[in-house]
């Protein structure tokens, strides 16, 4: 790639890893070999499914539990720290390296917000990303430092969701 950008999909809409996807299948279908690694998600989801089959795409995903944040244990969520902190040093190699042309880190905003990683070590990420990979970061409540230093940044809102009305999320849809 001649020129990889750093792009943001936050908001509190639904959309978010599923634009990510959607640019991972049409990177995929150029060739580019694309990274994902997936933040606060250890649940099946059914992209994961199909993009397996792809040899140009590796997934990521270093959360054992299958819980949300709010949900885990005071010793779960000392766990998720260390997880966190390979996918840190995964992502770091895969930079320095230059091994993929494009990276989706799905809802590293979450893990931001989770005081898990800080503003900080983000930004470093963004800093040490070169300019043949293509970077997106997806996840609700982007800080305004990681805004500003990105080159796109898209926002989801909601307007209506299904959840208001008691609808689950659903199989296929929603995961």
């Known amino acids: 790639m001649k020129r990889g950008l750093i792009e ?3 908001g509190d809409g639904k959309g978010k890893t599923t634009a990510a996807v ?3 299948v049409r990177a995929l279908g150029r060739g580019f070999k694309v990274y994902m690694v997936q933040f606060l998600k250890g649940r099946d989801t059914g992209e994961l499914h199909i993009l397996k089959d792809y040899e140009n795409f590796k997934v990521f995903r270093f959360q054992t ?3 949300f944040f709010w949900q885990m244990t005071e010793e779960e969520k000392t766990e998720l720290r260390i997880e966190m902190k390979k996918a840190y040093e995964l992502i770091e190699n895969v ?3 230059n091994e993929c042309d ?3 880190l799905d809802e ?3 893990v931001i917000h989770n005081n898990i990683y800080s503003i900080d070590d983000v930004l470093k990420l963004m800093d040490e990303k070169p ?3 293509e970077m997106v970061m997806t996840g609700r409540n982007a800080p305004e430092a990681i805004i500003d230093k990105a080159d796109l940044v898209t926002e989801m809102k909601l307007i209506k969701h299904p959840f208001e ?3 689950p999320a659903r199989y296929g849809i929603e995961f």
Do not use: A, P, Q, V
Request: charged fraction near 20%.
């Open 8 to 10: 943001i999909y936050t």
């Open 22 to 24: 959607g640019l991972c």
């Open 65 to 67: 539990s299958d819980k």
């Open 95 to 97: 930079l320095k390296n």
């Open 102 to 104: 494009l990276l989706i």
């Open 108 to 110: 590293i905003m979450g």
């Open 131 to 133: 300019d043949t990979i």
């Open 165 to 167: 009305k008691g609808i």
